[in-house]
């Protein structure tokens, strides 16, 4: 079966039915980590799921990595990915109506952690294979 993937502006996605879609917010951020080189938004197919791992993630850095350099001619390194898998739709006056629970995965490449927050909570860690599901532990690493 041939896995077909769509990413493109966030701009061109709004000619589309939006419920078909998810976010991707892509950086690439200098050494320091305190400098954006770049960024870019784009659309996902909803075909990919909720479940945001490492390897999505990954799979996500190197077509957005691709996309890029195909659109704008730049060649860029993201390694940084924000995957925003919230439910919503536009209603009749264009303003974004959430359906359930507010789902964010975030990924950054360098430090190898992926995290996952549901309604702005943290609820999931992968840090370089170290898994944390404590909600209240992760909250409190978080703040400091």
Avoid: Q
Avoid at 3 to 29: C, G, H
């Amino acid at each position: 079966m041939e896995e077909k993937v769509v990413i493109m502006n966030s701009s061109e996605a709004k000619n589309l039915n939006e419920n078909e879609y998810f976010t991707a917010y892509f950086n690439e951020w200098d050494e320091s980590g305190r400098e954006c080189k770049a960024s870019w938004a784009v659309s996902v197919k909803k075909g990919y799921g909720k479940v945001f791992t490492i390897e999505l993630a990954n799979k996500f850095l190197s077509m957005a990595n691709e996309g890029y350099k195909k659109m704008f001619g730049k060649d860029v390194n993201f390694n940084d990915v924000k995957y925003d898998m919230t439910d919503y739709y536009e209603d009749l006056d264009g303003w974004t109506r959430y359906t359930g629970k507010k789902k964010i995965g975030r990924y950054n490449k360098r430090k190898n952690i992926l995290r996952i927050f549901v309604d702005d909570l943290p609820v999931y860690e992968n840090n370089n294979g170290r898994i944390c599901r404590d909600a209240t532990a992760l909250a409190d690493s978080l703040m400091h």
